[in-house]
């Protein structure tokens, strides 16, 4: 953890991205700290990931609060939030962004294949919202934002189960927009497409070409498209419930 220091904090937003070492989270980590965010980033087993990630935006005259944390797990997971509250008295957003990716035949998916996914990439948003949300219920305000997939919306083939826990991630937001709602708390869902990380390394240069002719605009997405995002839901006050689908036009 390095203490806030260098160029002066734009805002006293404290925001927590769970699997923000790696890929889409890593993006969203920089992008909002250099906006003069206070982030916490949680990660689990990348930890050079992680001091990577911090001293680049050190570099950058920013700060960043690195936290390891299962958030699969009830106990890891409550922690990380209770760790936020403890340090910094509050929590304006959580992202939920930790998961994991596979492919594999649906007659091949063992169990523990589909518990891990489910619980890595569901339940884990579970718990942290569940802890996180009854701060946020009683400071009247807050911003949940879950990153679910363009799977969870249409589906894939070979992908049943990281389809399944993106799908239940939709129906998670949906419903407790509405429940949260009335407490003057934001719950919204960001589904990429295709992104340019190395949860998608399995493709072949030749598969990346195939998939660039479905989408309308002809390339795959970067990960700052979705830390944008990300961003404009923090700094909007009147959007809930949503699913906001940023892949190209791949699917309309």
Not at 90 to 97: M, P, R, Y
């Given at each position: 953890m390095v203490e806030n220091q260098g160029k002066n904090i734009l805002n006293?937003?404290?925001v927590i991205v769970t699997g923000g070492s790696r890929g889409i989270g890593r993006e969203i980590v920089k992008y909002l700290a250099k906006k003069g965010y206070i982030v916490i980033l949680n990660y689990n087993k990348s930890g050079e990931c992680a001091r990577n990630v911090e001293n680049y935006i050190k570099k950058e005259g920013f700060s960043v609060d690195i936290y390891k944390a299962d958030v699969s797990s009830r106990e890891d997971a409550e922690n990380l939030i209770q760790y936020t509250l403890d340090k910094y008295k509050?929590?304006?957003?959580?992202?939920?962004?930790a998961g994991i990716a596979q492919s594999k035949l649906f007659?091949?998916?063992?169990?523990e294949d589909w518990n891990?996914?489910?619980n890595n990439n569901l339940t884990s948003a579970f718990?942290?919202?569940r802890k996180a949300s009854k701060s946020m219920i009683t400071q009247k305000s807050g911003l949940i934002i879950n990153i679910s997939s363009i799977w969870g919306i249409t589906g894939s083939s070979m992908e049943v189960h990281y389809s399944t826990?993106?799908?239940?991630?939709?129906?998670f937001t949906k419903a407790l927009a509405k429940e949260l709602?009335?407490?003057n708390i934001r719950v919204n869902a960001i589904a990429p497409g295709i992104i340019d990380t190395d949860m998608n390394k399995e493709y072949s240069k030749e598969d990346i070409e195939k998939i660039k002719e479905e989408i309308p605009l002809e390339k795959i997405g970067q990960a700052q498209n979705i830390a944008r995002c990300v961003n404009w839901l923090i700094e909007d006050d009147y959007t809930t419930?949503?699913?906001i689908s940023i892949n190209g036009g791949w699917y309309m």
């Open positions: 006293n937003k404290v509050k929590i304006d957003v959580l992202v939920n962004n007659t091949e998916i063992t169990d891990n996914m489910i718990y942290c919202t826990a993106k799908a239940g991630l939709i129906g709602g009335p407490s419930g949503e699913v």
